[in-house]
């Protein structure tokens, strides 16, 4: 039985090992000194910002497939326990389709302006049967495209869902924020270490233009397992989107903190105690997020949320490094003599 379902037995909704940055355990020494001469490593807490402007009508989208509280359910890959981090083809194909499907819907909104135009058209110059045949002749093959990738899309991935679940429960690579753990899948096995024994990376490659892209990585502290958390940014060219990326995913894994107000989680919400706790009492509207399109973050909020991250203080003290020993408390073994005069 794990960490969980012993947890859940006993009523309690999160596992021991959860992560509580309020109460972070004394870690023993550990490190990778030859990635810190190479890149950055990100400091714990003392968070910022967990809005990653980018990733916003990315997070609107997903949100939105959710209409109402009974959705929820199927809320893979992103949800209030986990933060799935796919690989492999199957998880491409999945992505690939739902992609499809999203441009796809966006592409019947956008066609629907020559239509209307070619409807107002026909009724202002004079009705005509013909001219009603050429108009559905024009576009029907264009709907009758789009309709296919738009339920190709859709149903494709929901099938490819249901035939591969076995497949993809195989394949438990993600972070779980009830039992504060991170579970990397390899070859033959699956390690899973704690989410604190974990340190962030922003990690750098170039870009082929002058510049560089940034990503997050997470590396172990105590071996060589790695995750690179690819699974919300993609490469970008602003380091600050990765700095603001690891406060979500650090807001996401900490127990003493409702999920992070993003649209991803907000479907989610009432389902996590802490987070139903506060938006209980702060009164938060539920559907906060998905009540805001795509134009409307654009026109109304992108720039307020851009400036709030490049205006953030990303120079902060490390509450982690304050726990290891050798970072910010001697090491046991250490001699604690002096040399008195």
């Known amino acids: 039985m794990t960490d969980l379902e012993k947890s859940e037995h006993s009523g309690a909704p999160y596992s021991e090992t959860a992560y509580r940055s309020d109460d972070i355990p004394v870690l023993p020494t550990g490190g990778h000194p030859k990635l810190d001469k190479v890149f950055e490593r990100l400091p714990w807490g003392n968070y910022q910002t967990p809005v990653v402007p980018n990733t916003v009508e990315t997070q609107l989208a997903y949100a939105s497939l959710f209409k109402d509280e009974k959705d929820t359910e199927d809320g893979f890959p992103w949800g209030e326990e986990k933060i799935a981090i796919g690989k492999g083809f199957l998880n491409g194909f999945q992505a690939f389709l739902y992609i499809t499907y999203m441009c796809a819907w966006l592409a019947s909104l956008v066609a629907l302006i020559p239509l209307t135009i070619s409807f107002f058209s026909l009724f202002l110059h004079g009705f005509s049967v013909a001219s009603l045949y050429n108009i559905l002749s024009a576009y029907g093959v264009m709907y009758a495209i789009i309709g296919g990738l738009f339920f190709g899309g859709k149903y494709g991935r929901l099938m490819l869902a249901y035939l591969t679940e076995k497949r993809q429960r195989a394949n438990p690579t993600g972070l779980y924020r009830r039992e504060g753990l991170v579970r990397i899948k390899t070859r033959k096995e699956v390690f899973s270490a704690p989410f604190i024994e974990f340190d962030a990376y922003c990690v750098h490659s170039p870009s082929g233009r002058g510049g560089r892209y940034y990503n997050l990585v997470l590396q172990h502290r105590y ?49 996590d105690p802490v987070t139903a706790e506060e938006d209980a009492r702060t009164g938060r509207d539920p559907f906060h997020w998905r009540k805001i399109t795509p134009e409307s973050w654009r026109e109304h909020y992108e720039s307020k949320y851009r400036a709030r991250l490049h205006n953030a203080n990303w120079n902060r003290p490390c509450i982690m490094d304050a726990r290891i020993e050798g970072r910010g408390i001697p090491i046991k073994d250490e001699p604690q003599g002096r040399m008195l005069a």
């Open 223 to 271: 071996s060589d397992e790695q995750l690179w958390m690819k699974g919300m940014v993609a490469d970008v060219m602003n380091r600050q989107d990765v700095y603001a990326y690891w406060d979500m995913v650090q807001q996401f894994m900490d127990v003493s903190h409702p999920l992070p107000d993003v649209p991803v989680f907000e479907p989610f919400r009432h389902r």
